[in-house]
Antibody, heavy 121, light 108 residues
Framework: QVQLQESGPGLVKPSGTLSLTCAVS?????????WSWVRQPPGKGLEWIGE???????NYNPSLKSRVTISVDKSKNQFSLKLSSVTAADTAVYYC??????????????WGQGTLVTVSS | EIVLTQSPATLSLSPGERATLSCGAS???????LAWYQQKPGLAPRLLIY???SRATGIPDRFSGSGSGTDFTLTISRLEPEDFAVYYC?????????FGQGTRLEIK
């Protein structure tokens, strides 16, 4: 059973870069699945950030594309998110998730537990 | 991008009652590629329904999904105390993936 776990700094300064990692356990990141990041500002709804395949192919939400980089590290069985030039509006719980079937776009299952990142000086 | 609008924003019902949650799309969702999630405070979303009407593994049969095109519905036939949560719809018929703003199901 695949499990996902996010990690990274919980506080980032404005104009800095948010960096998170999602560790995959119970399965291989090189399986035929896409791996995604989704975020949720406090008290608000969900926003898809982007996704990556183990080959390195990526797709990003156009609303964030200019600031987002998602990468994969097959040797560590993990993938990562970088979001640059952050502002308070980027304060959110960040989730990693797997697309449930090997086709994109698709639904998400499972999800990581999420990690809160606050942008503040 | 496809905008999903959920209604009502808040639904107040009692255990044992039937809940009907709606999700409307700004344009037709290809092949009924719509999912529903349940989210409780402090937890990640939990998949309930995919492909508009298929229940995910382990989801009780009191949860059902229906709809096509631009109008979708999540029905909970008989509310249990653990069903009170926030529910989100998500479309994956076209990129970018988008979510509705959520319906809060609260105890009356």
């Amino acid at each position: 059973q695949v499990q996902l776990q996010e990690s990274g700094p919980g506080l980032v300064k404005p104009s800095g870069t948010l960096s998170l990692t999602c560790a995959v356990s119970g399965g291989s990141i090189s399986s035929s699945n896409w791996w995604s990041w989704v975020r949720q500002p406090p008290g608000k709804g969900l926003e898809w950030i982007g996704e990556i395949y183990h080959s390195g192919s990526t797709n990003y939400n156009p609303s964030l594309k200019s600031r987002v980089t998602i990468s994969v590290d097959k040797s560590k069985n993990q993938f990562s998110l970088k979001l640059s030039s952050v502002t308070a509006a980027d304060t959110a719980v960040y989730y990693c998730a797997r697309l449930a079937v090997p086709v994109t776009p698709n639904w998400f299952d499972p999800w990581g537990q999420g990690t809160l990142v606050t942008v503040s000086s | 991008e496809i905008v999903l609008t959920q209604s009502p924003a808040t639904l107040s019902l009692s255990p044992g009652e039937r809940a009907t949650l709606s999700c409307g799309a700004s344009q037709s969702v290809s092949s009924s590629y719509l999912a529903w999630y349940q989210q409780k405070p402090g937890l990640a979303p939990r998949l309930l329904i995919y492909d508009a009407s298929s229940r995910a593994t382990g989801i009780p049969d009191r949860f059902s999904g229906s709809g096509s095109g631009t109008d979708f519905t999540l029905t909970i036939s008989r509310l249990e105390p653990e069903d009170f949560a926030v529910y989100y719809c998500q479309q994956y018929g076209s990129s970018p993936i988008t979510f509705g703003q959520g319906t809060r199901l609260e105890i009356k």
